[in-house]
């Protein structure tokens, strides 16, 4: 903006020159101030000069930027990231959210009775068919990303037909699982890598 400026200047000062060559001449030997007489003889350097000030300012912008991604932690170093979790401090019956890797992950610490209704659930009817057992490692637990898989939407817990998660945008409905069961979402809430190092810490993103 400040170079479209600048260039617009440059362009209303030479029309005004060509114009008024001979007032501008006439004015010239009417000027006693040598003061103005530079400023008016140097106005197209100043205008050069701070178009140029723009243009480097704006090249110097992108340039730091582009050495704070190269000196920064790569990309692969970024997906590796995992985080150690205490679930003692889960409530039971609560759902805590933290974040991974930029995205919402859920924790829920199941009551008996939503981890006999995830179980008893037919699979065979499922729009994407899982058990209970094959996305919690440990029943108490259920871990997954909190990202409804129909368009990147947060689903909010215990809400929805099974209150599990139900997301708002289009009515997605998740079961304490957090596997779809009514709704636009194709797939399930994703469960994401992890490994159990005791009965009350977890580890989640860790790489083997």
Not at 14 to 19: L, T
Request: proline share 5%; aromatic share 8%; with cysteine.
């Amino acid at each position: 903006l400040l170079c479209c400026r600048l260039l617009l200047l440059c362009k209303q000062w030479y029309q005004r020159r060509v114009r008024g060559d001979e007032d501008r001449k006439a004015g010239w030997r009417e000027q006693t101030d040598a003061v103005d007489r530079n400023a008016t003889n140097n106005l197209p350097t100043y205008m050069v000069i701070g178009a140029g000030t723009g243009v480097t300012l704006y090249l110097a912008k992108y340039g730091l930027y582009g050495l704070a991604l190269l000196l920064g932690p790569g990309r692969d170093k970024y997906a590796a990231a995992a985080i150690e979790i205490d679930l003692s401090t889960v409530p039971e019956g609560k759902n805590a959210v933290f974040t991974w890797r930029g995205k919402p992950l859920f924790i829920r610490h199941r009551t008996q009775e939503e981890i006999d209704k995830a179980q008893a659930a037919d699979v065979s009817q499922l729009r994407d068919p899982q058990s209970d057992t094959e996305r919690c490692q440990n029943e108490k637990f259920l871990i997954c990303l909190g990202v409804c898989t129909h368009l990147g939407c947060v689903p909010i817990a215990h809400a929805g037909d099974w209150k599990g998660y139900y997301c708002p945008c289009h009515g997605s409905h998740y079961d304490t699982c957090a596997r779809i069961m009514k709704g636009p979402a194709p797939m399930n809430l994703e469960v994401p890598k992890h490994e159990y190092l005791s009965d009350e810490v977890v580890v989640i993103g860790k790489e083997d």
